[in-house]
């Protein structure tokens, strides 16, 4: 199978447990919804290759454990993340208090570059709606994240959160303001720029995603 | 000369009148002087002449030929010709000559003349008869037209000519009516064309058929009319026209099957006498309509995956979908969107089984009525060849499923899809095994080489997938319950599933795909089955059995098993893997070899990341050759640039394609960090989770057992023996590296060079490096403890700790004490105080037990006391001590006498000689 990426983009999905990490995921893998899920022991991964920018991208997404004892093992995952996903559930005031202990960990341990986008994730559920856009957004604007609620059922805005967060840190690689070749940068150089040219790819997927645990 | 003339006048004369006179013949007789005697002599004598002539054929044929042609004309008066002949002047003896000359032939002649006459004269009777015979007839026949005249003139007389032409009236009338009967027939002949045509319209097979015949028959009498013979011709095409019509019937047939519209065509053709003809017919229908069909049923996926890839929009793209009409079924095969393949699959499939279904009814129906009927048809002809139509029926399936089959890139599909597939597939040979008792080879094959290629494309993706978990990985120790094992992982559930549903799964087998109304496709009700059945993706833990307490007990007695993230994933694979096993069976061994592929791979990275900075001797040669085994037919060892590349040219094609590339740790995981003892803790997470994997791989060995042919059963205990076994011997070299480091051995060396050991009486303390050792190993103890916490350390790899950093000791200690050159007695005894005291006080820091031999260093000490012979001896048997060592030794002992030292120093340089 043909990797033809210029850059692979490490990235974090956390936030607490049952928030729908996992699915978001899944969602953005495989375009449908996951029905039966249950809780992500450790850590999983799930991997990519989209276009941003005309480029191709490989986003590494490791998805970890919400619930409390496995913090042990995902939190040794946050270094050298590129980019992160703190994900909340609209439909629940808890997980969105939690949100900023999860910032705090993320910001502790990885690093300092460490891109974070904001996710209100079951969007559908507006009816159990806990958390009103507005106070979040405020949240995210005060610690500099960027924000977005999103549906992994409907898939509203599931793409959109992965794009956008690949996007500021390619725009931040451009800049030079993240070096790719810093070790624990996130970033690493494709294997394969030359190559891109070779294969003319048509779709942003090339590669039928691989996804640990999304399928099966 | 006048007696010439006158015979001659008296010829003629006689010959007129017929009287010759006597006068005249006498007076010739005077004037000749020859007396009638004198004749009658003469005649005598050639009468004589005569009677001898004639008497033998021979002389007769002469005299015959003597004969003057003039005699013998017709016209000739042989008298006047003899006479004509004579010379003028007469000569008697000339003339008498002459008359015996003709005397002699007349008599021939006559003689001749009475034999023929002789010999014809029966004939002659004959003929006569014959003429008496027809002058008979003659008469009779002249009897009988007199008759016939006085009988028509009596008729003429007696009846009327009126009555006469009455007669012939009536005859005439009896002509026309006859004519009229057969006009009104030909007229219903030709409305009959118009009423056939009805009939077919209705679909009346038989009776239009029954109406064709009669009219056939009809025409058949009446041919000899002109207008008939137009007529029969047009019957002639509307029969055509009706076999057309029941071709087409059957046609649809194929497609709908209908008992009552078939029974209609059966019979049309049982009286056409062409019933054997017809299922031959049948049977190309149902091969012509299997094609048009599956063809059109691609066309629409094609189309459909067109649009898929477009959205519509595209107009090339658009004009492309209109081209997938003049394409074949194996190129439209290629033109499926991997989306839409296991629909088009099943909707396939769900075609197909229609049509067997339709063969199947149509079979019955013809068994069905063969009973009742005695056919023309022998009913075992029909039957053989409807079953013969089975089977090649079948072929075409196969082949069309296996088209679609090949030519379709598996790894494209997800597991699910790939499983739906393997359903239909298992569903339709089946089927095949109901139909016509076929094995289904051909789909079987097929089958087997997508899973393969499915498989080995899954593989792939998974090797590289624990590749970048093994880069990834923090050896952070995953929370997971005491009594954990491999059984309550989600992945692993099917297996207690499968052995509740055996009994169960008997039931669907049997199901028949043919029952009289089974209206429901078998395929459309596998996408209804509910997916827990399945092998459905949810990759958790069952809470209920997984679920350890929120509080995470760690209590003293309980060892919680020690595994990273990524032998979590490991095990997982193992489910899926095993499950690939079960569910396909025929590839179970290769999906077994892939399943020994991850933990071989994962021994190996983890020997690539612990193991491999320790000490040569700390490597089991077993481990050694499982490792150097690993690395040949596992790893690529293309550098990172050329992975890519060769990920791409030999993706499941070549063995290359099937190797991994070593993993390349992406994270610092402070190995060298003297604080955390070395990474002890990631070491510890890190060897026993593959000490964890390989207990478990020996839980599931029955399991595997179960799947693999019992052939391969020895493969598998290799395995096992080779493989797993050497996960025990992996801890070594893991950890021999935490006590090499920890040990400062450099500075304790020249804490032992710094003792004076040229004492002059035997101490009675130890020196005060042995009591520095001590204190490291003391904190070497507790920095484990500290280092490991909260975890219980296991006893195994607190010994191999404490084994190793002992030996690391012995050796140091070894390497500390030869380093003196110049000792007393009493110096050595102190030697030994210091071994002795160590080792007592050791035995106080650690539960190890027995404490590794300390011979090396003991046997090293005591030779200095060794006498000369004895020193030989001993130096001879010593392997373990480098020359540097024991010259070292001799150098002590030779103190005293210079020439203790050369001897044993030529003895030893000899030795060194003779050992290279």
Redesign the interface.
Known sequence: ???NFEFLFKFLVIGSAGTGKSCLLHHFI?KKF????????????G?KIVTIGGKQVKL?I?DTAGQ???K??T???Y??AAGALLVYDISSRESYNAVSNWLTDAQNLANPNLVVLLVGNKRDLEEDRQVSFLEASQFAQENDLMFLEASALTGENVEEAFLQCAKTILSKVETGELDPNK??SGIQHG??AI?RFQRQSTSTSVN?P?C????? | MDLRQKVLDLLTLSKEGGDIPTSVSVSVEEQLGLSTADIKNLDRDSSHVHQNACSDPDSQQEVFDTIEAGFVDENCNGGRYQLNKFPLVIDLNYIRHQRQILGIQLSCVTNKLFSMIHQKQTHCADELCKVLELQENLDMALDTCSNGRININQARNNLTTASLGLLAHYRRQHHLIKITKSLKTIQTLGKMNVRVQELLGEQSYAAAIQLIVEGQHVANTYKHFNCVAQLSSRLQDTMELAEEQLDVGLSKSCKEFDSNQYGKLQSAFALLGKQSAALDQLNLHFASGLHQQTLSLLQKYAELSCSNLTSGIDADHLKLSTEYHKLQFHELCKCINSKLYVACLCELSTCLWKITVNYNQIHRWHTDHSKGKCDPVPAALLEQKLQHGRTRLWQDVQIKIRTLLSSFDVWHLSTDELLDMLDIVETLVEMGKQFCQSNSEVLRESVRQQSINYFRGFHRGKLDELRVFLENESWEQCPVRSNFNVFHLMEFRFLNQSKLSSSNSEAPSNENFYLVDSVTSPFSSRAISPPEERFIGSSGISDSSYECNDDRKIEGGSVLPLLANTSLSVLRLFGRYIHFMHLLKTIAFDVLICLNQLFDYYLYAVHKIFGTSSPLDATSPKLRAVLMKIEETLISTTTSETVGSAEDTAAFSSSAGDKVSCPKVCLPLQLDHPNQLYGLKLRLIAAESVIFLARQLELLRPNLLDLIPPSKESLLNQFFSQTTSVAHDLRVPIFSVVAHRYLDSEHIINMMSRVQWEVKEVMSQHSSYVDYILQVLNDYDSSVLRVCYPHTLPAEIYNILWDQILRVCYHMLLDGFSAVRKCTNEGRALMQLDLRHFQVKVECLTRLRPLPDPSIVETYIKAYYLPENALEKWIQEQTEYSPRQMMNLLQCVSQGSKKIRLNLTSFMEDLDLNRR
């Open positions: 199978m043909a990797e495989e996951k029905q039966d899920s249950s809780h992500t022991i450790g850590v999983e991964f991997s590494q490791w409390e004892r496995f042990s093992v939190k040794s995952y270094r050298g070790l624990g294997e394969t190559r039928p691989s640990s645990g999304c399928k099966i």
